[in-house]
C-alpha cells in the first residue's frame, strides 16, 4: 500500500513586490561573485555617466564653436562624442557580458542546491509533490532568478545612478527648466503603476494556463497508449485546444498592455520635450538662456525617461522573482520527514544474512493527523487509518519470510519502513538488534538489495544500470549478470553491455528488465533481500530463468519476499498473512494450509495457478 497522493496546484499568487528577507538570502549565492557584480555595477554606473557627455557636448558646440566658428572646437567636440559612444559601447557589452555570467553561475549553483536537497527529501515528500510541480522548481523558478540578477539587481541600481546623473546635470544646467522637465514625471509614474498592476495580473494568468498545459501534455504523453486505444485523439485535441486557447488569450491582454504602456510613456516624453521648448523659448527670446542649453536638455530628457521606462518593466522582474523565489526557499526549507543523522555504526559483515526484526510496530501514513493528536489538539472526525497495527516477527539470517494477504494489507508498507522510506509511530524495527533510526541511512540501505515490481531503469547503457552506485569493474558486472542468467540475453543485444536503455527500460521486455533488476541486486552484494512482487509480470517464455536467477539470489541472504501468488512462495521457511494492517496467520505453506484459516481460502482461490517458483537454494 502507497500513501496517499494529495492533490496539488501549481501556485498562482505572486506575493509581495518585494521581501527584504528573501532578497538578503539570494543575494547569499552573489557573494563567491561579488567581483563580477560589483565590475558589473561600476560598468553600468560609467554608462549612466556617459550619458551627459553628448548633450553637454552640443551645448558647448551651438553656444561657442558655431557663434565663434571655431572648427577646432567642433572637432575636439566630436572627438569627445565618438569617445563617449565607444566607451557606452564597451560599458553596455561589458556590463551584459558580467550580469549574465554572475545570473549563470547562481543559478547553476542553486540548482544543485535544489538538486541535491530533493535528493535528501523522505518518499513522503515525493507522495505529496507531483514531479512537474518539483521539475519547475528546477527550471523555471530559476530561470526567473536568473533574469533578476542579469536584467534585475544590477541593472536597476545602474538605472537608479543614470536618473541621479542625469538629473543632477539638468538642474546645474538650469534648475527652472529641470523643474519644467519634470512636471510630467507624476504622470509617468501613475502610468507605470497601472502598467505594473497589469502585467501582474496577466502574468499570473499566464502562469496558470502554462500550468494547465504542462499538466495536461504529461498526463496524456504518459498516457497515450490509452489514448489511443481508446480512440480519443479527438476529444483530447479539442480539450487542448481550449487550454491553448486560453493561455493565447491570456498572452494576448499581456501583448495589449505592453502595447499601450510604450506609447503612453513616448507621449508623455513628448509633453515632456513640448513643455521644455515652451518654457525655454521665452527665456531664449529674452537672453536668459542659450540655445545650446535647450538642445542640450531636449537630449537629456529624452534620455531621463528611459531608465524610468526600464524600472518600471524592472518591478515585475523583481515581483515575479520575489514569488520564485519564495517557493524555492519554501523547497530548501523542507525538513526530511526521516532523519539522517546518525553515527556511523558496525552492524553487520556483508557476507552473512542478518536478521531483521519488527517490535509491534504501527504506522499510518496520515502523519499529519497524528501530529495534531500529539499536540493534544482536538481529534478530527475521521479516526485515523492505521496501515499497519502492531505487527511483530523476526527473518532470520538466510531464511526466507514471505507476506501475503489481500491488496492493501500493508505487505508493501512493510518494505518500505524497512528501507526507512518512512518511520513508524508507535514501535521499532532492528536489523542484528540495531534499531535502524539509529542507522545512517547510506549503511542501512547498503545493507539491502530491492528488486520491486514496478522495475525502474535509467536510460543508459546496462553496465551502468547494473553497476550503479557500486565501484564495479567491468568483469565484476558481467559475473554478476552470469549468476543470475542474464549475461545469455545480454549478449545477445547489438551493443552487449554497452547496449543504451529507452526511459525506464522500455525498449526490453519486462523479463528482461527483471533479470536486469536480480543483476543489480547481485551486483550490490547485500546480505538483505527484499522482493516485492518480483514474479508478478513476467511472460512464461522467461518465467524459468527468472525462477533460477531466484534461486542463486535468495542463497545465504535474509529473505523477505511480497507476493499475492501464494505458489512462489509455498517452500518460504516462515508465511505472514497480513489482513487489514495485522498479522492474522504465521507459519510454514503446510501448516498454515493445515489451520484452515485464511491462508487456505487464498489458496483455494489460486488453485489454478502454476507451480511454486520460489526455492531456497541448498
Known sequence: ???????????????????????????????????????????????????????????????????????????????????????????????????????????????????????????????????GRLITRVTSDVETLNELFTSGVVSGLGDLFTLVAISVAMLIMDWRLALASFAVIPFVVMVSGLFRKGVRDTYRDIRVRLARINSF?????????????????????????????????????????????????????SVALAILIVAGASRVHANLLSVGTVAAFLQLVRRFFQPLQDLSEKYNILQTAMASSERIFTLLDTVPSVPDNAAPTEVVKRSRGVEVAFEDVWFAYDIAHLARQKRGEPAESVPVEWVLK??????????????????????????????????????????????????????????IGYVQQDIFLFAGDIATNIRLSNPLSDEDVVKAAAKVGADRIIRGFPQGYGQVLGERGASISVGERQLLSFARAIAANAPLLLLDEATSAVDSEIEAEIHAALGVLVSGRTTIAVAHRLSTIANADMILVLHHGEVAERGTHRELLERGGLYDALWRLQAGDSEPLLKRAG
Open 1 to 131: 500500500m502507497t500513501a496517499p497522493a494529495t492533490q496539488t496546484h501549481e501556485d498562482d499568487i505572486l506575493g509581495k513586490a518585494y521581501d527584504s528577507k528573501l532578497m538578503r538570502r539570494l543575494l547569499v549565492y552573489t557573494r563567491p561573485y561579488r567581483a563580477l557584480m560589483y565590475g558589473a555595477f561600476a560598468l553600468l554606473c560609467v554608462e549612466g555617466g556617459v550619458q551627459v557627455v553628448g548633450p553637454l557636448l552640443t551645448r558647448r558646440v551651438i553656444d561657442v564653436a558655431v557663434p565663434a566658428r571655431d572648427m577646432h572646437i567642433v572637432a575636439t567636440c566630436t572627438a569627445f562624442l565618438l569617445l563617449a559612444l565607444v566607451a557606452e559601447f564597451v560599458t553596455s557589452y561589458g556590463q551584459t557580458w558580467l550580469t549574465s555570467l554572475l545570473g549563470q553561475r547562481v543559478m547553476r549553483d542553486l540548482r544543485m542546491e535544489i538538486f541535491e536537497h530533493l535528493q535528501r527529501l523522505s518518499v513522503s515528500f515525493f507522495d505529496r509533490n507531483p514531479a
Open 390 to 447: 502492531g505487527v511483530t516477527f523476526t527473518a532470520r539470517p538466510g531464511e526466507t519470510l514471505a507476506l501475503v494477504g489481500h491488496t492493501g494489507a500493508g505487505k508493501t508498507t512493510i518494505v518500505n519502513l524497512l528501507m526507512r522510506f518512512y518511520d513508524p509511530q508507535r514501535g521499532r524495527i532492528t536489523i542484528n538488534g540495531v534499531d535502524i533510526r539509529t542507522m545512517p541511512l547510506a549503511e542501512l540501505r547498503s545493507l
Open 217 to 269: 501534455l504529461q498526463e496524456r504523453l504518459t498516457g497515450m497508449r490509452i489514448v489511443q486505444l481508446f480512440g480519443q485523439e479527438k476529444r483530447e485535441a479539442q480539450r487542448f485546444d481550449e487550454l491553448n486557447r486560453s493561455h493565447l488569450d491570456a498572452n494576448l491582454k499581456s501583448i495589449t498592455i505592453y502595447a499601450l504602456y510604450f506609447p503612453a510613456i513616448e507621449l508623455l516624453t
